[in-house]
């Protein structure tokens, strides 16, 4: 019963250990928190014994109010960790929500921040990014835990003297249970759900021209996803998704390819790298459908707050010929866009060969800065060539155009890394989860333009 008792105060702040019947596995503890439960128990005048394996206490559990005491006494709290959980320093994290911060890593949902508010705000907790922030989500649903959130992370409507139970609640839910909540119940798609439709996207012809089937295809897939979709006289595919009043992001790709699929042809699939048996495989532009629909699919408000305005165009190969025929008023609104249409599988691509900016390097620069914090640091600003970022940079619009995995492409020899792909998926998941930060770079562009004009 004691032990029980010890037990119950140990993981409500953090200490990850095992009950036995003589007393405590500790062997899950790195040395500094080893150290930490020690000095601990020693304020408490605790009579204990403790290895690197074992933790042995004869003395009576003691109240959380004392315990809590000592704790705060001993704790000088940093928001910004940054550890993997074998090494992170509980004398580093604020006493309140030790518990439940410890239990995030266990269950793969790896922080970077966390504060208990100290009594004057709201707790918080930010995540590495936006995969381990809705599946931290997930679990504060299934435990009734009361939340809010935004670009930073998670805010917790409760008291800090209760988070410490909601940690000790978290610490009943297995690995294995979690991962099978994470896919019941996230809105990300699964890589296989996301291969799946790339493959069908691989499947439909639609050169330049000739864009009818892949276009119909499209607006199928959206239309469960947007508020307003319609087509243009070009053939151009626009839709609107709003999910509150922040900034307006487009996402866009093109529908045709540079010449028509072989209906004969099979997608050969080696590992992440899938090729044609014959011609061309249409990674180019189908990669970058298949981003933009899983992030139609996907999104929520709990992932964005603002206007989703996503055009596909037709006949880009060519000319960008679709892009430029778009109506300008359905641009005039538009903060920023993402073009998913570049080769390779980390460029952000702000600039082509002929010297034309698309957007600001500050843009750029804080895109790949977000990347970079989120686990990406492979993606890096660079120049391309033509894509429709030329025609919505004309428009004065802040655009970048991403890598979407492909490579020799309108080749027979074109392949696609569906690794990539996947990748730019989770980046624009990102972008998206960071908008207002875009937006504010954004707004220091035009801000900049206008005194250079005066």
């Known amino acids: 019963m004691q032990n029980k008792q010890w037990q119950s105060l140990f993981t409500r702040y953090g200490f990850q250990m095992t009950s036995t019947e003589k007393g405590f596995l500790v062997f899950r503890m790195n040395e500094a928190n080893h150290q930490f ?40 709290g940093r928001t910004e960790m940054l550890y993997f959980l074998k090494d992170l320093p509980l004398s580093k994290v604020d006493v309140y929500i030790k518990g439940i911060v410890t239990q995030l890593n266990r269950l793969e949902c790896l922080t970077v921040m966390s504060c208990d508010g100290h009594g004057k705000r709201a707790a918080r907790i930010s995540f590495q990014n936006a995969k381990f922030k809705n599946q931290a989500q997930v679990l504060f649903d299934f435990i009734q835990l009361p939340y809010g959130f935004n670009e930073q992370g998670i805010f917790i409507r409760n008291s800090r003297e209760l988070l410490p139970q909601f940690g000790e609640t978290l610490s009943f839910i297995t690995l294995e249970e979690a991962k099978q909540m994470y896919k019941e119940y996230t809105s990300v798609l699964s890589k296989e759900v996301f291969n799946e439709q790339l493959e069908t996207l691989l499947n439909i012809p639609g050169a330049s021209g000739d864009e009818g089937q892949i276009r119909k295809h499209v607006m199928n897939e959206i239309t469960p996803y947007v508020d307003k979709l319609t087509t243009d006289n070009a053939g151009n595919v ?55 629909l899983a992030i139609a699919k996907s999104l929520t408000e709990k992932d964005f707050n603002g206007t989703i305005k996503y055009i596909f165009t037709v006949e880009e190969e060519i000319g960008l010929v679709g892009a430029y025929e778009v109506n300008e008023a359905f641009l005039w609104d538009i903060n920023m866009a993402f073009v998913i249409d570049r080769r390779g599988n980390g460029d952000i691509v702000t600039s082509n060969y002929l010297g034309q900016q698309f957007c600001n390097q500050r843009f750029g620069n804080v895109t790949e800065r977000i ?39 309108h080749t027979e020899n074109e392949q696609l890394d569906v690794e990539a792909n996947y990748g730019t998926y989770e980046l624009v998941l990102e972008l998206l989860a960071s908008s207002r930060r875009l937006a504010h770079a954004a707004k220091w562009v035009r801000a900049e333009r206008s005194m250079v004009g005066s």
């Open 37 to 76: 439960l020690r000095k601990v128990l020693e304020q408490l005048d605790v009579d204990f014994y403790m290895n690197e394996k074992e933790l042995i206490i004869n003395s009576a559990p003691v109240t959380e109010e004392k315990f809590v005491e000592e704790l705060k006494k001993l704790t000088n």
């Open 371 to 409: 990347a970079k914090e989120a686990g990406m640091p492979h993606w890096k600003v660079t120049t391309g060539g033509s894509s429709d970022t030329v025609v919505w940079a004309h428009n004065e619009i802040q655009s970048i155009n991403l890598s979407a995995g492909y490579k020799s492409e």
């Open 238 to 292: 626009l839709a609107i998704k709003r999910f509150g009043d922040g900034p307006t992001i487009l996402l866009n790709a093109h529908l045709d390819t540079v010449e028509e699929i072989s209906p004969e042809r099979e997608i050969l699939k080696e590992n992440n790298i899938w090729k044609s048996s014959e011609g061309i495989l249409g990674a180019d532009d189908r990669a970058g459908i298949n981003v933009i």
